[in-house]
């Protein structure tokens, strides 16, 4: 690390050095632009955005950039003298402001920097709002938009009306995303030259917009070009901590059901309990007997320790948490005992034994794979009548039985199959609330795993101890505890889109950030975002004078000397800025401070514009301001009259951050510009970061120094010693989220592959025929999946790829005409094809149904409005897309958490996760095809298109057809201009009416081998 930092400033100085000879041409240029006109200068902007309009290729577009560069800042800063020149007042936020700036060399230095796709680290003050300009301007001139990210909204609008000025002036355009703007404003935003905004908001339009649209008028982003990112380390690093989620209400959803069986669980418990009580005596007189009193040897040992390994091991099947268990187990003995008879029950490979032993309970519950089940005794506990109520039937065997049975009408096995599924749904959901219901009893303890504030039950990280409000348990588990806590039961949401900050920002062709402090995590932004950081100097020399840090023993002492410092300090007149790490703090210290009868002010972070105006006047005479960290960030503090001549701003920070960066960007607020300034940390050794990370050495140097009450220490060594702390916490922070950003990498490559393929049908001028290329795909693989071409066509399951075709297409297909187009077969698939690996009699049966569905199709075709059959078609497949994406992101969310929970022993989870992520996306990609060809004749222009091609679709096929056909029907009404998503719901419902739906929800036995017998899961099957 020393070695590093000593090679940085000097690397980071030659570059600096390199650049001066850019700046002296940049002046000169400058020099020669005053005497221009101002439609002379202006002019300049047309010709380069003319230029560079024409120039495609990136590396010559880059070269073109560097080149115009000089003469490009020159404008700039030539723009800057006028309006300074001028006196131009500008109105910023509603207040009038004079435009008194011209870039000093060193703002032209960082203005290089963050051309060149780097960080620019200048300190508070140094004016990097201004700097910004000079980049945005040159690369705004390709016309390709540049992003200026911000950390808050009121940052965002201040900065596009202040450096509007600027833009505008040489005739560009500057627009700005505000939280609560419409897609249409947000538009015109995006369309400007330049735009500015927060970082949530731009990654939310890019999930909008990539995620959610429907086509293409509807997206409000234009790319992603470049971007700056002011307070670079607050976005990159703080807030990249948390993703960003667009949630909605799940469809995965059985609320009521919670609250339902919560008393027959609750009754559950309790017997449990007794039972498990019994057996922890039985087991406690055993352990007597094996240990008797007199000392003497007790008879058949081996006999009683493995009857008490099995006591107990029953006991924690049955009750984990149990505190008599785990009283018994703080016995070494005990434990292995208990641990002795497992290993013994899970040796028999039949798991006999294992099987017998949860039957002596009524339920078991599994703590590392997370499961909880009734036994036998538990189902006739539930259901003394009807034990059969919570066992899920046999859903594959009862469906292939009706499958191969003698009813020769389609549509009655389609009823037989449909009402089997919905029994077999009915009991999934009652045994799976039921298991959420006992893991929450049983492994969830309040004030451990969770609390309960404000009426709602909050997690608690294990790993931390904090609490993480708004953070949900998956699956129904969250609402389970609230069903066992009697608090509301509140509506599970679900993930719609979600994407990092990282992997948003990795979207810009070319990235650069500007902050006060980005050298100490110059690893990780090189790690991450391949950015470096340059360290601009200052304008003028800085004369800050640091004090040492104070550290005190405890955390009273501490806060008694940091008051005593603001009395002393306020006394002079000077201005104080106390930094605090959190709310709490600043709250405390403001109560303090009132009984001083010390007018201050405090600052959370809550209110930006507010903020804003209080901090710009902290550096006036007599001020005390305590702010968090975040507080007012971006606006800097100027000195008030006389303050100078005083010293200047002093800061007190009443602890020591995490992360260096934090604290050296509070001591950054005093002495900008050259001004006087000072600034002094105090420590305690009862602060967190003392507690969890400070070195013992600390610790027993204040005790070898024979540490008093009140008694202050300070030493250079000191200071040292809390930044080695910083830097492991540091290093241990990014290690974190370094690893969540790991697997977040698996979930990105997904996302892009499907907001490809979204984009592809959002822009693309033909989907029909993307949509029959689908319809082919599939119907090769349900061929390809119900016959063989080995074996004899006898042997092929005619009638499951009849009932297949039938359900989806409405070509009334016989079972005998598959078998004749198989006898036709006479021509082998071209290798390489779609086709490669089939007979030719299977190859003949695809073709055979491919044809006849496009035959019925081009029928479906005369029917519409071929512009508003245009975008069914696009709907059809966005929301076959949308809908099982998000059942995906569900899915994905659930094996993420359950990776979490398992143990994989030596195996990385990372890699468990991305053989499974893959296994399921390389499902969910068969199944949005096979949705999409479920929804092509499902879906009309006009309810009237649609009935009209159903009566004129063959006559003999007709019933057939219609069977298939109670879906979902998508028509929208109007013609042309009816928006997909207006699905008349009437279309539906009529139809409907003529046969029963076939279709069931998405849960259905979700995970069950799928019947028609193609070994996939019946969700992934035909279940859909
Ligand atoms: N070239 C200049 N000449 C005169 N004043 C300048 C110049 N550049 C910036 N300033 C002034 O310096 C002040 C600080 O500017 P700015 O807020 O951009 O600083 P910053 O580097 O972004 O600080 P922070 O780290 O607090 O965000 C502003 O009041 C601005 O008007
Ligand atoms: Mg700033």
């Known amino acids: 690390m020393n070695f590093l930092k000593w090679i940085i400033p000097s690397r980071n100085e030659r570059e600096v050095k390199k650049l001066r000879p850019v700046v002296a041409q940049i002046n000169e240029i400058e020099a020669g632009l005053q005497k221009l006109s101002d439609d002379e200068l202006r002019q300049k902007t047309a010709d380069w955005k003319a230029r560079l309009s024409q120039i495609q290729d990136k590396t010559e577009l880059a070269r073109a950039l560097n080149e115009i560069l000089p003469e490009a800042f020159a404008a700039v800063k030539n723009a800057c003298r006028r309006l300074t020149e001028r006196k131009t007042e500008i109105i910023v936020r509603e207040h009038p402001l004079l435009w008194e700036m011209i870039p000093f060399d060193v703002q032209l230095i960082g203005g290089y920097g963050l051309h060149s796709g780097r960080i620019a680290e200048m300190a508070t003050g140094e004016g990097k709002t201004l700097v910004a300009t000079l980049p945005i301007y040159l690369n705004a001139l390709t016309g390709r938009g540049v992003h200026l990210v911000t950390v808050n909204d009121y940052l965002a609008a201040r900065d596009s009306e202040w450096m509007g000025a600027i833009y505008k002036f040489l005739g560009l355009t500057v627009g700005c995303i505000l939280h609560d703007q419409p897609p249409r404003v947000r538009r015109e935003q995006y369309n400007c030259d330049i735009t500015f905004g927060t970082n949530a908001e731009f990654g939310f339009d890019y999930l909008r917009d990539n995620g959610m649209a429907a086509r293409k008028e509807e997206q409000v982003q234009r790319g992603h070009y470049f971007a700056i990112v002011d307070e670079v380390d607050s976005i990159l690093i703080d807030e990249a901590r948390t993703p960003l989620i667009i949630s909605g209400p799940s469809v995965h959803t059985y609320d009521e059901q919670y609250g339902q069986w919560k ?192 009426n709602k039950v909050i997690i608690v990280d294990q790993h931390t101890g904090r609490l993480m409000p708004g953070r949900r348990w998956s699956d129904g588990l969250h609402q389970a505890v609230e069903a066992k806590e009697g608090v509301e039961i509140e509506r599970e949401t679900q993930t719609l889109a979600t994407i990092t900050i990282q992997n948003y920002f990795r979207l810009y062709q070319k990235l650069a950030g500007m902050t006060g402090t980005a050298e100490t995590e110059a690893s990780e932004f090189f790690d991450i975002y391949k950015l470096g950081v340059l360290v601009i100097p200052t304008n003028e020399p800085c004369v800050r004078k640091d004090a040492n840090d104070a550290v005190y023993k405890t955390r009273r002492e501490k806060f008694n000397t940091v008051l005593n410092e603001i009395k002393q300090i306020h006394a002079q007149g000077r201005p104080i800025l106390v930094g605090t790490i959190s709310v709490e703090v600043s709250e405390q210290l403001s109560r303090m401070l009132k009984r001083e009868g010390i007018i201050h002010s405090v600052l959370n972070a809550k209110y930006h514009q507010q903020e804003a105006e209080i901090i710009m006047r902290a550096g006036q005479r007599g001020g005390v301001t305590i702010a968090t960290n975040m507080a007012g960030r971006g606006t800097d503090i100027k000195l008030g009259p006389g303050v100078a001549e005083l010293g200047g701003l002093h800061v007190l920070a009443t602890e020591r951050h995490e992360a260096r960066r934090i604290d050296r960007q509070l001591r950054g607020r005093c002495a900008r510009q050259g001004d006087p300034g000072s600034s002094h940390f105090f420590i305690s050794l009862e602060d967190d970061l003392m507690r969890l990370f400070g070195s013992d050495r600390i610790v027993k140097m204040m005790e070898r120094m024979g540490l008093e009450e009140g008694q202050e220490l300070t030493h250079p060594w000191l200071n040292r010693s809390i930044q080695q702390a910083q830097k492991r916490v540091e290093q241990h922070n990014f290690q974190i989220r370094k690893r969540t950003l790991e697997f977040d ?280």
């Open 263 to 454: 008393p027959l669980v609750e009754s559950l418990v309790r017997a449990q309990e007794r039972l498990c009580a019994r057996f922890l005596s039985e087991a406690e007189a055993l352990i007597k007997k094996l240990n008797p009193t007199d000392g003497s040897n007790p008879q058949n040992s081996e006999a009683l320790e493995h009857e008490i390994g099995l006591l107990l091991f029953r006991v924690k099947t049955g009750q984990p948490k149990s505190e008599g268990l785990m009283k018994l187990l703080e016995d070494p003995e005990n434990l292995k005992l208990m641990n002795r008879a497992e290993l013994d029950l899970h040796k028999d490979q039949k798991k006999v034994d294992l099987y017998r032993e949860k039957e002596e309970l009524l339920f078991a519950i599994d703590e590392k794979s997370f499961e909880a089940d009734l036994t036998e005794k538990g189902r006739n506990f539930v259901s003394p009548k009807d034990p059969e109520a919570f066992v899920l039937p046999e859903l594959t065997t009862a469906l292939h039985e009706i499958d191969a049975g003698p009813e020769p009408d389609a549509r009655k096995r389609m009823e037989a199959k449909t009402k089997v599924q919905q029994d077999f749904e009915t009991k999934a959901q009652k045994i799976h609330a039921i298991s959420q219901l006992l893991k929450a009893y049983s492994l969830y303890q309040l004030d451990v795993e969770y609390v309960i504030q404000e």
């Open 745 to 1024: 990498d698996v979930m990105n490559k997904q996302r892009e592959v499907i907001y490809g393929f979204r984009n592809e049908i959002i822009h693309g001028e033909d989907v029909r025929d993307r949509l029959m290329d689908i319809m082919e795909e599939v119907v090769v693989d349900k061929v390809a999946q119900f016959t063989n071409a080995e074996s004899e066509f006898s042997e092929w399951k005619t009638r499951q790829l009849a009932d297949w075709v039938n359900l989806n297409f409405p070509i009334g297909l016989p079972e005998a005409e598959i078998l004749k187009a198989a006898d036709s077969g006479k021509e082998s698939p071209v290798p390489e094809s779609l086709f490669a690996g089939l007979s030719p009699a299977q190859f003949a049966v695809c073709n055979f149904i491919s044809d006849s569905v496009r035959k019925a199709y081009d029928l479906k075709i005369s029917f519409e409005n071929p512009e508003a059959l245009k975008e069914v078609e696009r709907f059809t497949v966005l929301s076959a897309i949308d809908r099982l994406w998000q059942e995906h992101l569900y899915e994905m969310d659930s094996l993420r958490y359950s990776i979490g929970l398992r143990g994989y022993g030596q195996r990385d989870p990372l890699i468990e996760y991305k053989a499974e992520a893959f296994k399921i996306f390389d499902e969910l990609m068969v199944n949005v095809k096979t949705e999409i060809c479920h929804n092509i004749f499902r879906s009309a222009s006009s309810m009237l298109a649609f009935e009209n091609f159903l009566k004129n679709v063959p006559q003999q096929t007709l019933h057939q057809a219609a069977s298939a056909f109670g879906g979902t029907s998508t028509a929208s009404s109007g013609g042309a201009q009816a928006k997909p998503s207006d699905v008349v719901s009437e279309a539906a419902a009529a139809v409907a009416e003529k046969a029963k739906p076939v279709r069931t929800g998405p849960k259905v036995g979700r995970n069950d081998p799928c019947p028609c017998g193609s070994g996939k899961k019946y969700k992934h099957c035909c279940g859909k």
